[in-house]
């Protein structure tokens, strides 16, 4: 995590995009909880997109949902994403932890707000900032 004015930010760094989308999603988690207990299923989580930013944008924005509708944290985050004719679907799962489990802090939005996805020499690199 790094700090942020008002809101929260995640950085995250990796060989490929999925595992840095995985990790910022495990980031997210991060802020909204210091501990995680070993409790919850597995869901699937899908998403289309027609770019990278808007696909990391959807993904993020889908688990906030699935954490107000199934009253879970999704935690240990795995995502498997392609490039078909120019757009972008990621298959994932999380493991979903009962709220009622975890003391955790909300986390109310993902933004495009200083939002950057780049290529580097070592993999990938993504900076998201979360309104809280």
């Not at 580097?120 to 809280?132: E, M, P, Q």
Request: hydrophobic share 45%; charged share 30%; net charge negative.
């Amino acid at each position: 995590m790094r700090d942020h004015t008002a809101d929260v930010a995640v950085e995250a760094e990796g060989p490929t995009f999925d595992a840095v989308a995985g990790a910022v999603a495990d980031g997210l988690a991060a802020a909204m909880c210091d501990e995680v207990p070993g409790a919850g299923e597995r869901f699937d989580v899908r998403v289309d997109a027609e770019s990278r930013e808007a696909l990391l944008f959807d993904y993020l924005d889908e688990l906030i949902y699935q954490r107000d509708v199934r009253g879970v944290l999704p935690v240990d985050n795995e995502v498997e994403i392609a490039e078909r004719s120019g757009e972008f679907e990621l298959r994932g799962s999380a493991r979903g932890v009962p709220l009622s489990v975890v003391s955790a802090r909300e986390i109310k939005a993902v933004t495009y707000s200083e939002m950057e996805i780049a290529e580097t020499a070592d993999g990938w690199r993504a900076y998201v900032v979360f309104d809280v």
